[in-house]
T-cell receptor, first 114, second 111 residues
Framework: DVKVTQSSRYLVKRTGEKVFLECVQD?????MFWYRQDPGLGLRLIYF???????EKGDIPEGYSVSREKKERFSLILESASTNQTSMYLC?????????????FGAGSRLTVL | DAKTTQPNSMESNEEEPVHLPCNHS???????IHWYRQLPSQGPEYVIH???SNVNNRMASLAIAEDRKSSTLILHRATLRDAAVYYC????????????FGTGTRLQVTL
């Protein structure tokens, strides 16, 4: 019954490595979001996409990029990982248009950068 | 985008009702009020949402002030499984609808 799948639950990477976090949804949602979550800071929006090949910056896009080549897949890319990107990353999706459309979240990917 | 304000934490006894408040004084007419909760080690999950009228579902009730500048999530009988962080957010209609979460309210439920 899993609807939003994040490819890795736990990752450990080294400083300077390129990191890909993958998110796939099977609900035909137009909107997809990437958040990071840190203690005391809540969920902060990194990027979102409202259609294939479309992307918008969220509140903290620095150090990240995204890719949306297919409707069901939204990738978060850390071009050169740094220790301050150690965090929990959450992907979400929703239908677009109405403000009544709810978000469905994945289980999260906990990234540690050494 | 309009912001929401919630208390950092609340406590409740099991089997008692819980009222979780949220202030959104800059809400616009097309903003829906959504509530999500995040259990430990999980992603957030949808709880309830509404526009103007009070709403009920199997998980909770949502009471919306007449001026819509505040709302309250009501858990009718809290259980230990309701211990979570509860987020109140505003969702605006439109294609590029940025959704901002705050830090939410951490609910502790005790026996």
């Amino acid at each position: 019954d899993v609807k939003v799948t994040q490819s890795s639950r736990y990752l450990v990477k080294r400083t300077g490595e390129k990191v890909f976090l993958e998110c796939v949804q099977d609900m035909d949602h137009e909107n997809m979001f990437w958040y990071r979550q840190d203690p005391g800071l809540g969920l902060r929006l990194i990027y979102f996409s409202y259609d294939v090949k479309m992307k918008e910056k969220g509140d903290i896009p620095e150090g990240y990029s995204v890719s949306r080549e297919k409707k069901e897949r939204f990738s978060l890319i850390l071009e050169s990982a740094s220790t301050n990107q150690t965090s929990m990353y959450l992907c979400a999706s929703s239908f677009r248009g109405s403000g009544a459309n709810v978000l469905t979240f994945g289980a999260g990917s906990r990234l540690t950068v050494l | 985008d309009a912001k929401t304000t919630q208390p950092n934490s609340m406590e409740s006894n099991e089997e008692e009702p819980v009222h979780l408040p949220c202030n959104h004084s800059t809400i616009s007419g097309t903003d829906y009020i959504h509530w999500y909760r995040q259990l430990p080690s999980q992603g957030p999950e949808y709880v309830i949402h509404g526009l103007t009228s009070n709403v009920n579902n199997r998980m909770a009730s949502l009471a919306i002030a007449e001026d819509r500048k505040s709302s309250t999530l009501i858990l009718h009988r809290a259980t230990l499984r309701d211990a979570a962080v509860y987020y109140c957010i505003l969702r605006r209609a439109g294609t590029a609808s940025k959704l901002t979460f705050g830090t939410g309210t951490r609910l502790q439920v005790t026996l």
